[in-house]
């Protein structure tokens, strides 16, 4: 089909250039994609870009975990990811871990050798063992005790990974549009991509009717993509759905703090057999994670290593 709406000027075979914009043929996915314009034919089913998602291993680390933990009913959530948020500042230094509560309803807090290289060198276990007594020390001054322990450390060979619940890779490109539209650079290619997006992350409802108008990106174009917002969140419930019942998971929330700020998102911490990661990784490629960071323990040790989504990973590190 052509996609065209209201004033829309976009067609199969487009030629010739008007006001400076470059134009060519759409790309077969959008003319063959079965959506209608009031939105009353399901797009294409999502979950076709990840039949077969290809997983880039970088090189491992040895593997370091930390936590924290308070019975004390008083302690929320909030309260705790404040004080770790106000510590990492006074400290000048980054945490990156996850909260959950144990078995017997206590807060944690677990903090890793997260293995990304993109910015700057892994930091030593040294290092990691001197942060987590600065943050027992730092809660201590905002007015909470904690105990720490080492973290999680199975014997058998098994595998832990924490999943994040949001998709971030549509979201990401969405706004390195908007920026185009911003700075003025966004030509006829940057509207074809704009609409390929949309339609992959299953919002051409919103896109399809504002296309070329007077030979310019119409208005509504333009506001639809500043407006749209591309991000989607899951729950724990899909996660056990995907893995159907292969694997053990828990809630969570991802909590990196550091003197640039705070990152959080819900997550669910999978682990079970080693045998069972490609389970796990399958489910981060359903979800749309760009990256994931993969424990694995065994008789040879403990390793910690990045796992790229190639499919769905705009920045990939060097290793």
Known sequence: MNVRGDGCRGTHQATGTEQGMERGPLPEEIIDNPARLDGSVPLVARGVETQDPQFRHL?????????????????????LKGAIAAVAKEENVTFSGFLSRGPDGELRYEISRYPRRAFGPVPSIERCEENLSALVDGLKRHGITVEASPGERPSSPAFRMVLGLEEGYYEHERRKLCEKLENGTFGYQDMIATIRLFIQAGSGQSIFPFCLRDGEVSAEFKAALRDTSLAQRHSVEEVMKLTAGAVEIRPAEIVSAGPWGVYQEPAAVVSGSIDEVQIALHAAAAFHQARVAVEEFGPWGATTHMVELCDFCPDPDER
Do not use: C, F, L, N
Request: hydrophobic share 30%; aromatic share 10%.
């Open 59 to 79: 090189d491992p680390e040895v593997y370091w975990a930390g936590r924290v933990s308070t019975s004390d009913s008083a302690i929320t959530p909030e309260r």
